[in-house]
């Protein structure tokens, strides 16, 4: 997907089977060329993600927009549609069944179908704009032991995420060792990642991107740290 530059449309293509980009009222398996996505024309964009045959995108003033195919085993969503929470969303990470959202103050939601027991609360999030009685239940991931959380991502079934500290955490799915924490064990409540040589160095910045069995940390240090 690609945001248009001058008016703030949002283009797509590529595969579509699942109506992920949005460019079609009924179902297209694939496009060659971009066509504007649906819906979305008069609605500033400030992220977008797109994993797992679905879409989803956080607006300027909070919102949440999905598309494609539907969380729990719903019916395929073809345009865009809003998820309202009263939650002030910045960020939002998809994997293949579930979705992590993140609120300007620091909180971690997650949607979806997840394999793994994770800590968490719930609240309801009614879809609007087009939408039947269908309502998507966001749960609140807990166990951050007061921390704010900075940043998200998703993999295919695993979670991660850094906190204000600098912090890095994750959980979900590990058989291929993608929670870093030197085995391959799945792990249902978020766990601290310790990186190499981290005691001598002084973290100011972290960045975690989450592919479908693996994950890249990105730590930015004081410049008076050594390696």
Request: glycine share 16%.
């Given at each position: 997907m690609?945001?248009?530059?001058?008016?703030?449309?949002?283009?797509?293509?590529?595969?579509?089977?699942?109506?992920q980009l949005g460019i079609s009222d009924d179902k297209q398996k694939s496009v060659s060329a971009p066509q504007v996505t649906l819906g979305l024309e008069n609605?500033?964009?400030?992220?977008?993600a797109a994993n797992g045959d679905h879409s989803a995108a956080v607006?300027?003033?909070?919102?949440?927009?999905?598309?494609?195919r539907a969380f729990s085993g719903a019916s395929d969503v073809y345009r865009p549609r809003c998820?309202?929470?009263?939650?002030?969303?910045?960020q939002v990470a998809?994997?293949?069944?579930?979705?992590?959202?993140?609120?300007?103050?620091?909180?971690?939601?997650?949607?979806?179908?997840?394999?793994?027991?994770?800590?968490t609360s719930t609240q309801k999030a009614n879809l609007v704009k087009h939408i039947s009685e269908d309502e998507v239940v966001m749960q609140r991931i807990r166990d951050f032991d007061s921390r704010k959380v900075v940043q998200i991502g998703a993999g295919a079934e695993h979670s991660a995420l850094v906190?204000?500290?600098?912090?890095?955490?994750?959980?979900?799915?590990?058989?291929?060792?993608?929670l870093g924490l030197g085995d391959t064990n799945d792990q249902t409540s978020p766990q601290i990642v310790s990186l190499?040589?981290?005691?001598?160095?002084?973290?100011?910045?972290?960045?975690?991107?989450?592919?479908?069995?693996?994950?890249?940390?990105?730590?930015?240090?004081?410049?008076?740290?050594?390696?």
């Open positions: 690609h945001i248009g530059d001058t008016e703030d449309l949002i283009y797509g293509f590529g595969s579509g089977k699942r109506g609605v500033k964009i400030r992220i977008i607006s300027v003033n909070g919102h949440l927009y999905v598309w494609g998820v309202t929470a009263d939650l002030p969303l910045i998809l994997g293949w069944n579930h979705a992590l959202v993140l609120t300007g103050d620091g909180e971690v939601y997650m949607l979806g179908r997840y394999n793994y027991n994770v800590p906190t204000d500290d600098g912090s890095v955490v994750t959980w979900g799915w590990g058989e291929h060792g993608q190499c040589n981290e005691q001598s160095k002084k973290p100011c910045v972290g960045r975690v991107y989450c592919g479908s069995g693996f994950t890249f940390v990105v730590r930015t240090y004081a410049a008076n740290s050594s390696f």
